[in-house]
């Protein structure tokens, strides 16, 4: 199995990559889905997020109304902070679950989509990182036209992530997209290849490891039978 960590600025169109290398075959762990399960009702995130924020930030339901919290912690790197030391921790949790699943289902390509995969310095986790990017602009313009946010929230949104620029320089893979849903099948077709390649070559990896350590063990029986006999 190859882990392949999946990242970019909020509105760049992480999530329809995804949803591309899911029909190719991918198994796909999305953080943003772990965050909704870390916060449901009765988890100790969601209490400790009442605990700090209030009830203000609860649906009629007793679920988290994210639109109300967002508005709060976009505006404040603190307390943006301070959502993250609640949320992460189950976070990790549930993707750990998630991995170990897809290692015994024998799933040869997963993809972790997660959004601040750089900004929690855990690229080493992974055996590639692909980061897909829009100019600021455009992504910008998605937020307030497709989302329907406000410009200001957009703004704040965009601001608290590390610019996309730092990023390319550590990604294995850099995904523009900046042009039709066509082109962006396109240069997923040419990721799924390599990425198809990369798990192929792995597991040629794993088996000449395995069998020079049988050779290994061959031959410090050999040794061991030798001394048995001197």
Not at 72 to 83: G, H, K, P, S, Y
Not at 129 to 138: G, Q, T
Not at 192 to 202: E, G, I, P, T
Request: glycine fraction near 6%; charge should be negative; aromatic fraction near 4%.
């Amino acid at each position: 199995m190859i882990r392949i960590g999946l990242t970019g600025n909020i509105a760049s169109g992480k999530s329809e990559v995804a949803r591309m290398l899911a029909d190719r075959g991918a198994t796909i762990i999305d953080a943003d889905e772990l965050a909704r399960e870390a916060v449901e009702p009765e988890t100790q995130a969601l209490k400790d997020i009442i605990k700090r924020w209030g009830k203000d930030v609860l649906n009629q339901d007793g679920g988290l109304d994210r639109a109300a919290l967002r508005q709060i912690v976009f505006a404040d790197q603190n307390e943006l902070d301070a959502l993250n030391r609640i949320v992460h921790p189950g976070v990790t949790r549930l993707r750990d679950r998630e991995i170990a699943r897809a290692r015994e289902r024998g799933d040869p390509i997963v993809v972790c989509v997660i959004p601040l995969l750089f900004e929690r310095n855990i690229v080493e986790e992974f055996d590639a990182i692909i980061l897909v990017d829009a100019p600021r602009p455009l992504r910008l313009e998605r937020l307030v036209t497709t989302r329907g946010l406000e410009e200001t929230e957009a703004m704040n949104m965009i601001a608290s992530q590390m610019p996309a620029e730092l990023k390319r320089a550590r990604a294995d893979y850099c995904i523009d997209n900046t042009g039709s849903l066509a082109e962006l099948e396109r240069d997923v077709d040419a990721l799924w290849s390599s990425l198809q390649r990369n798990a192929v070559d792995k597991v040629s990896d794993v088996r000449s490891i395995a069998s020079d350590l049988r050779n290994l063990h061959r031959d410090v029986r050999g040794m061991e039978s030798q001394v048995s006999f001197s």
